[in-house]
């Protein structure tokens, strides 16, 4: 299945496939959201669709889930804040490596967009871990898995 990641300069989404056809949808959602508020000190955004928000640097940062994409859009049209910017950079990077990238670790090994083919909820998990734990850290992954209290997949160093 072809991927396709729009970015703005306030948003950022995957627009193919649709929500709708990707099978771990809101798993995606809460794993990338969950690194996010732990990589930049943010929090929850409290409303309809969620997402995540909180000050960096004292610059203001409220992204609200897509309710037709996975992804994140700014609430505010501010005329320049970095911050933001490097929110909605990891948030591309991680959706990139996500459905971009080949991951692989000990015996587990994905191919790009493996994520929409899975049916079990453990495999999707992998596939998030290694996604997070390659664009940031093991320990990264390994805090926001346990913060939405999901147990970590692997235990040791991923190479690559």
């Given at each position: 299945?072809?991927?396709?990641?729009?970015?703005g300069q306030y948003h950022v989404a995957l627009q193919t496939p649709t929500r709708a056809?990707?099978?771990?949808?809101?798993l995606i959602t809460k794993v990338l959201n969950a690194a996010l508020m732990f990589l930049f000190g943010l929090g929850p955004r409290f409303t309809d669709k969620g997402g995540v928000a909180g000050a960096i640097h004292g610059e203001p940062i409220e992204l609200r889930n897509r309710g037709d994409e996975i992804g994140l859009?700014?609430?505010?049209?501010p005329k320049?804040?970095?911050?933001?910017k490097q929110v909605l950079d990891t948030y591309e990077a991680l959706l990139r490596e996500l459905f971009e990238e080949e991951l692989h670790f000990a015996f587990a090994k994905y191919s790009p967009g493996a994520i929409l083919e899975i049916s079990d909820q453990g495999e999707a998990g992998k596939i998030?871990?290694?996604a997070v734990a390659y664009r940031c850290s093991i320990q990264t992954a390994d805090v926001v898995f346990q913060s939405l209290r999901i147990p970590p997949p692997f235990r040791s160093e991923c190479p690559r």
């Open positions: 299945m072809p991927v396709e990641i729009d970015r056809q990707v099978p771990w949808q809101d859009e700014s609430d505010y049209r320049e804040n970095p911050e933001c998030l871990w290694l």
